[in-house]
Nanobody, 115 residues
């Protein structure tokens, strides 16, 4: 199993970014996917969830209405569209899959929100 995140960067408050997580080594469409984030000095926290078919999603309260999780099962990729970014959104963002009782994480992509 391999997860590779990309799309992070520096963005001004109010700006947008789209993160991608390319998956390999498993049947992607069979598995739910999640995004997490970790800011310096803080614990890693859940951000968003999408089921295998893409029809069911869930978000932490602080990102509802601003972030959208989606997936393209033909490309084995899950996305996180982030709009109206705030300084509190700055963190390393990780995608995660739980498979056969084990959690797999990507290496993360840094999101910096600053003017």
């Amino acid at each position: 199993v391999q997860l590779v995140e990309s799309g992070g960067g520096l963005v001004q408050p109010g700006g947008s970014l789209r993160l991608s997580c390319a998956a390999s080594g498993f049947t992607f469409s069979n598995y739910d996917m999640r995004w997490y984030r970790q800011a310096p000095g803080k614990e890693r926290e859940y951000v968003a969830y999408i089921n295998g078919g893409g029809a069911s999603t869930n978000y932490r309260d602080s990102v509802k209405g601003r972030f959208t999780i989606s997936r393209d099962n033909a490309k084995n990729t899950v996305y996180l569209q982030m709009n109206s970014l705030k300084s509190d959104d700055a963190a390393v963002y990780y995608c995660k899959v739980d498979r056969l009782g084990r959690a797999y994480w990507g290496q993360g992509t840094q999101v910096t929100v600053s003017s």
